[in-house]
């Protein structure tokens, strides 16, 4: 008998940023733990581009480079009134549905999550973009200079505006 399900699995690989590839330290706190797993989770649902805004990204990548410790990028994790509150920022890949994206995201980070915790978690997911052909630079936030990038975005303003 053949399984359906099995039959469209299939292994997508998934290039994680070094700030989720590191060990993360000994005395990691079980919110850092569960930040960790939904960012993995989430970059590895199809239609995920990025997690994290362009301010978010930029930001870590100043802390990086001064020698701070990088954050989860793109995602926060609370434990409100014994609920685990995970919130996932991502940009959607074009053409995918947006709510389809946010809805798989929602599901599969909720499943990693709550197999680490003994809360009952709740996660919110906000779509903050969506990257596509029409997008001059495909990998910019990834590889921008944070302060070069905002002085670009004022000049580009500032020449819109003449």
């Known amino acids: 008998m053949h399984d359906e399900t099995h039959a469209r699995t299939s292994v997508t690989e998934v290039t994680l940023p070094a700030s989720l590839t590191a060990p993360l330290p000994e005395d990691a706190s079980p919110l850092d733990v569960a930040a960790r797993t939904a960012a993995t989770t989430a970059l590895g649902v199809d239609g995920v581009h990025h997690l994290g805004g362009v301010v978010e990204r930029a930001a870590d990548q100043l802390r990086s480079r001064l020698g701070r ?16 509150e995970v919130r996932v920022s991502l940009v959607v890949t074009y053409p995918e549905r947006v709510s389809a994206v946010a809805d798989e995201v929602r599901a599969q980070v909720a499943h990693a999550v709550g197999q680490l915790a003994a809360l009952p978690v709740r996660v919110d997911v906000h779509v903050t973009d969506v990257h596509g052909p ?16 905002g002085s670009a975005t004022a000049d580009a303003a500032t020449e819109s505006a003449s």
């Open 134 to 149: 029409f997008d001059d630079a495909p990998s910019a936030p990834a590889t921008a200079d944070p302060v070069l990038a």
């Open 69 to 84: 410790s990088a954050t989860t990028v793109g995602v926060q994790v609370d434990d409100t009134d014994g609920i685990l």
